[in-house]
């Protein structure tokens, strides 16, 4: 089944950078867009980045213009998202999810988040 | 961007009851719309998507309609585990835009 795996969350100073990796399985990764989606605390879900199948196109939230890159490997089965000049309010649980295809709708599967806490 | 209004915000209801929470688009979205189930500390889970299409598994309590710009996720007979919160998305146009959420809760 479609596994999705998130690693690389912790804690950075604001201004710092931070990679995010999820590793996906069980599908033909390089067949799928993939998102990440954030939660801050107590608060609600928050869209942040597409990237298509290929990584010829890329979608960004305003917020996060600039500072985040969303990218991917498909020879790793891996999604990434660079993240620099981290503020506070960044700090969230992060994660990634799949993109759908054929006849499949998007957000059926997501991994199980990773927190990214920016403070000093 | 588009903004995706979700009413109500908070609301509280008793086992067995309906419920009718609202999303509304600030323009047309077609049916690109799901819904999903968020516990504490827990992954967010798709309930419906294409607007009305029953996620495999979830129980037919769940139901969802609309188009365009009005969007409705119905509970027909609450039962102690629905009691959570809930989201909807768009994923017609990007950014794509969740709704602010609705918690459910025990009465």
């Known amino acids: 089944q479609v596994q999705l795996v998130e690693s690389g969350g912790g804690v950075v100073q604001p201004g710092g950078s931070l990679t995010l990796s999820c590793l996906a399985s069980g599908f033909n990764f390089s067949s799928y867009g993939m998102y990440w989606v954030r939660q801050a605390p107590g608060k609600g879900l928050e869209w942040v980045a597409f990237i298509r199948y290929d990584g010829s196109k890329e979608y960004y939230v305003d917020s996060v213009k600039g500072r985040f890159t969303i990218s991917r490997d498909n020879s790793k089965n891996t999604l990434y998202l660079g993240m620099s000049s981290l503020r506070p309010e960044d700090t969230a649980v992060y994660y990634c999810?799949?993109?759908?295809?054929?006849?499949?709708?998007?957000?059926?599967?997501w991994g199980q988040g990773i927190l990214v806490t920016v403070s000093s | 961007d588009i903004q995706m209004t979700q009413s109500p915000s908070a609301m509280s209801a008793s086992v067995g009851d309906r419920v009718t929470i609202t999303c509304r688009a600030s323009?047309?979205?077609?049916?690109?719309l799901a819904w999903f189930q968020q516990k504490p500390g827990k992954v967010p889970k798709r309930l419906i998507y294409a607007s009305s299409s029953l996620q495999s598994g979830v129980p037919s309590r769940f139901s969802g309609s609309g188009s365009g710009t009005e969007f409705t996720l119905t509970i027909s007979s609450l039962q102690p585990e629905d009691f959570s919160t809930y989201y909807c998305l768009q994923h017609h146009t990007f950014p794509y835009t969740f709704g602010q959420g609705t918690k459910l809760e025990i009465k």
């Open positions: 323009q047309g979205i077609s049916n690109y």
């Open positions: 999810a799949q993109d759908g295809g054929g006849s499949s709708w998007p957000f059926e599967n």
